[in-house]
């Protein structure tokens, strides 16, 4: 099956201690980003990889990395998480950018005490 | 620079009336434009998809938009409401370079019995 899988769903963590999201797409696809949810704000871009080794920052880069050693893995990682990145984030799929559409995962809730 | 702009963020409809979700677009290039919808607790699903090649586009569920260009919408509608449409509704529009994907704040629907 066609998919996005990205985990874990629910993460609390505390300030500061380094974390990492993983997300896995199994459609060969090119073209990569992470989105973060919040009420009332939509999705809002953090990163995107237009293919292995290329990233760029999206709209709300700060305090995220990623990489894209793999074409199919694409992880999110916080460095030193603060309150400020509780949200809910999702990563997405596309064969190419150009083209659309997005493909998404469930999401991951993460919660930053 | 793309960006969309939803009105209303909170829709209800009784089952069986019109659905009419709007969307307004801002591009100084001729936009690949999408409604996504999302059930809770999951990720984004693709409705349809505006690439120029036809003004009124069919999605999935019965639902449709139409791309108006001397008023720069999208609106998304259905004839009849069903139960199971109850959701968010996101308009995104793709950018100039196909690099990023700009999302509304998203639409509430509710179905009353």
């Known amino acids: 099956e066609a998919q996005v899988t990205q985990n874990p769903r629910y993460l609390i963590t505390v300030t500061g201690k380094k974390l990492t999201v993983t997300c896995s797409q199994n459609?060969?696809?090119?073209?990569m980003s992470w989105y973060r949810q919040d009420p009332g704000l939509g999705l809002r871009q953090i990163y995107y990889s237009m293919n292995v080794e290329v990233t760029d920052k999206g709209d709300v880069p700060e305090g995220y990395k990623v990489s894209r050693k793999e074409k199919r893995n694409f992880p999110l990682i916080l460095e030193s998480p603060s309150p400020n990145q509780t949200s809910l984030y999702f990563c997405?799929?596309?064969?190419?950018?150009?083209?659309?559409?997005?493909?998404f995962g469930n999401g991951t809730r993460l919660t930053v005490t | 620079a793309q960006s969309v702009t939803q009105l209303g963020s909170h829709v209800s409809v009784s089952e069986g009336a019109l659905v009419l979700l709007r969307c307004n677009y801002s591009?100084?290039?001729?936009?690949?434009l999408f409604w996504y919808v999302q059930y809770p607790n999951q990720g984004l699903q693709l409705l349809l998809k505006?690439?120029?090649?036809?003004?009124l586009v069919k999605g999935i569920n019965g639902f449709e938009a139409e791309f108006k260009k001397s008023e720069t919408s999208f609106h998304l509608t259905k004839p009849s409401a069903h139960m199971s449409d109850a959701a968010e509704y996101f308009c995104a529009v793709m950018g100039n370079t196909g690099n990023q994907f700009y999302f509304g704040t998203g639409t509430s629907l509710t179905v009353i019995p």
């Open positions: 997405a799929s596309s064969l190419q950018s150009l083209t659309g559409p997005l493909h």
């Open positions: 591009s100084s290039v001729p936009p690949y």
């Open positions: 505006y690439t120029s090649a036809a003004t």
């Open positions: 459609m060969n696809h090119e073209y």
